[in-house]
């Protein structure tokens, strides 16, 4: 049985696209998206989702309080038969509601090495505290912002004529790459988590 993906999204959409492609391609094999939810109407990413043939749900969260919110997300994920939730530029923390309904079954992607410059604009954190080193990280989710357990992270340096946009186009390559390979690691459940630590078994 294909394991079921689904992914949470606001924005562009090109982690989605690239989750995705790495299935289509058979870099995340035995898997397929089987919806996708947005919080934003209009998001790109829907229209991306649309174009591939996948299940798209707008599901508007404005005004809603946020466990409410989240318990509409979870039927349809759960209607949806969901194994696996990726957050894919998803503007809007976890309840804990959200959280328990996927133990250990939730990732994010962030363009930072966490725990550096979580929340927004994480790459002008980076280029504005003259860091060497930039990167960015997939975890999994808990209900505080980008502070779940490590699965993966990529680490470029830092260009002295880097501008913000110059070093999230690097990282946003880095990104795509990674949160597949994450994905699949945790697909195929070849990790156990020690406390914090992700830690590989093959
Ligand atoms: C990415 O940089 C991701 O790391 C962050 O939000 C951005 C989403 O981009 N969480 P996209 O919508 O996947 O293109």
Do not use: W
Not at 71 to 85: G, P, S
């Amino acid at each position: 049985m294909k394991k079921r993906i689904g992914v949470l999204l606001s924005g562009r959409g090109s982690n989605f696209e690239a989750l995705a492609e790495s299935i289509a391609s058979g870099r995340i094999p035995n898997a397929e998206i089987a919806i996708v939810v947005s919080n934003r109407d209009g998001a790109p990413g829907t229209d991306r989702a649309k174009a591939r043939g996948i299940a798209t749900r707008v599901i508007p969260s404005k005004g809603l309080e946020r466990e409410t919110y989240d318990r509409e997300v979870v039927a349809v994920l759960n209607e949806h038969k969901v194994d696996l939730v990726c957050l894919a530029g998803y503007m809007r923390l976890l309840s804990p509601y959200f959280v328990a309904a996927f133990p250990n079954r939730i990732l994010n992607i962030h363009p930072s090495l966490l725990p550096s410059f979580p929340g927004l604009e994480s790459q002008r954190q980076a280029l504005e505290y003259g860091v060497q080193f930039a990167g960015c990280t997939v975890h999994f989710v808990d209900e505080n912002l980008d502070a779940g357990p490590i699965v993966l992270q990529a680490v470029l340096p830092v260009n002295d004529n880097d501008t913000e946009d110059t070093l999230s186009a690097r990282i946003l390559e880095q990104e795509h790459r990674i949160y597949s390979e994450a994905v699949r690691i945790v697909l195929e459940d070849r990790y156990k988590i020690q406390g914090r630590r992700v830690i590989r078994t093959t």
